[in-house]
Nanobody, 116 residues
Framework: QVQLVESGGGLVQAGGSLRLSCAAS????????MNWYRQAPGKQRELVAT???????NYADSVKGRFTISRDNAKKTVDLQMNSLKLEDTAIYYC??????????WGQGTQVTVSS
């Protein structure tokens, strides 16, 4: 079983930065691919960033060069550093864990609001 708890969301002005963190429970964290998704009002949930168990990262084109995903296997955390935030980054951000045996797990989400 995996439990995920996000933190770090909030209100920020355009051009500012936020750092989201996801704390995971369970003994398989180091084996999991970890993702950050987001869902804006009226839109489908979209994949923002991925980091594999080997530390390979991938990003949506809309956030490349602005967002950085990282993980700390000892602390069982995955972070999303978000810089140069834009109005269109406003969304609920969700942490997701993918384990080849246990399946998919989701956090409860954290709101990020970017204001002009």
């Amino acid at each position: 079983q995996v439990q995920l708890v996000e933190s770090g969301g909030g209100l920020v002005q355009a051009g500012g930065s936020l750092r989201l963190s996801c704390a995971a429970s369970g003994r398989t964290f180091r084996l999991n691919t970890m993702n950050w998704y987001r869902q804006a009002p009226g839109k489908q949930r979209e994949l923002v960033a991925t980091i594999t168990s080997d530390g390979v990262t991938n990003y949506a084109d809309s956030v490349k060069g602005r967002f950085t995903i990282s993980r700390d296997n000892a602390k069982k955390t995955v972070d999303l550093q978000m810089n140069s935030l834009k109005l269109e980054d406003t969304a609920i951000y969700y942490c997701n864990a993918v384990n080849s045996i246990l399946g998919h797990y989701w956090g409860q989400g954290t709101q990020v609001t970017v204001s002009s």
